[in-house]
């Protein structure tokens, strides 16, 4: 399994616009993915809710676990953009 952790990007953390983006990606690539805090056990990120529950914020790192390492650079990218910019 290949992991990576990143900060969160956007300026209000994971909440619905960059939550449904990234489980957008998840959900389309077909391997599992899961997303939490550094030490916790982390959420199916293909799941909005679940991705949106975790409560974190800008700045905060969270830690992306997938078995297919296109796919995590794909997650790792969306995690660390400002998806609340307006050209994001």
């Known amino acids: 399994m290949a992991s990576r952790v990143v900060k969160v990007g956007s300026a209000q953390g994971l909440h619905a616009r960059p939550a449904t983006l990234i489980s957008q990606a998840a959900a ?32 905060e790192e969270v830690e992306i676990v997938t078995d297919d390492e296109a796919l995590l650079e794909k997650i790792v990218e969306l995690v660390e953009t400002d998806l609340d910019a307006e050209d994001a």
């Open 28 to 59: 389309e690539a077909g391997s599992t993915v899961t997303l939490g805090r550094p030490g916790d056990e982390g959420v199916d990120a293909a799941s909005v809710l679940l991705l949106m529950t975790l409560g974190v914020g800008n700045g």
